[in-house]
Each structure stands twice: as structure tokens, then as C-alpha cells.
């Protein structure tokens, strides 16, 4: 088991940026892939990114592409997200979490944080 801490969330005007970190400790922390989704009230919960265990491969939610970059550091075990041109529709709590493989589907993450904030006010 994988235990993950985001930090980082707050609040920014639209067209700022952002950078969340996401911090797990437990036991084979680089052979997990990992991921990002948000979920803002009354809705369910999005994808926003994922990266497999040696980082050379990524996945972006579409309306993220371009904006956000996805990218892991072993050594730290840590996972950063970077939020550039931000919008207000990007406001929502971001969870980071960790599983076998780097997919777009909550059900294959074993492991969740517990959220950070994150909000863009226009």
C-alpha cells in the first residue's frame, strides 16, 4: 500500500499557474504508475493526467492537453502536476493516485490522497 499526500492547491486568477505535488511514502513507490483527477461539487470525478512508473509515458484528459504536464521525480518519490492557463472551470479538489498502470479509469487506482483545492476565480 501507497500512502499520498497532495500539496500545493489554492487559489489563482484565470491565466495563472499552479504546481501540485503529490508525496507517497510505503514500499515500492517507483514501480506504481500514478495519476490526477479532479472532482468539482455535483460532479463526478474527472481525469486529468497519468504517467507510468519510469515517466516516459503520459496521458492527458482533453481539456487539459497543452496545459498541463504531468512528470515524477523516484529519487523524491514525488509526482508533480503543473497547471499553467488556468481557468475557472479547472476550479475543483485534485487527488492524486497510484496503480499498476497509467489509465484514464478511477476503479484501477489502489491508492488516493486526500485532495487539495484548487481555485481559479475569473
Known amino acids: 500500500q501507497v500512502q499520498l499526500v497532495e500539496s500545493g492547491g489554492g487559489l489563482v486568477q484565470a491565466g495563472g499557474s499552479l504546481r501540485l505535488s503529490c508525496a507517497a511514502s510505503?514500499?515500492?513507490?517507483?514501480?506504481?504508475?500514478r495519476g490526477w483527477f479532479r472532482q468539482a461539487p455535483g460532479k463526478a470525478r474527472e481525469f486529468v493526467a497519468a504517467?507510468?512508473?519510469?515517466?516516459?509515458?503520459?496521458d492527458y484528459g482533453d481539456s487539459m492537453k497543452g496545459r498541463f504536464t504531468i512528470s515524477r521525480d523516484n529519487a523524491k518519490n514525488t509526482v508533480y502536476l503543473q497547471m499553467n492557463a488556468l481557468k475557472p472551470e479547472d476550479t475543483a479538489v485534485y487527488y492524486c493516485?497510484?496503480?499498476?498502470?497509467?489509465?484514464?479509469?478511477?476503479?484501477?487506482?489502489?491508492?488516493w490522497g486526500q485532495g487539495t483545492q484548487v481555485t481559479v476565480s475569473s
Open positions: 493516485a497510484a496503480g499498476t498502470v497509467a489509465v484514464r479509469t478511477t476503479r484501477e487506482y489502489t491508492s
Open positions: 510505503g514500499r515500492s513507490f517507483s514501480t506504481y504508475a
Open positions: 504517467i507510468n512508473w519510469s515517466g516516459d509515458y503520459t
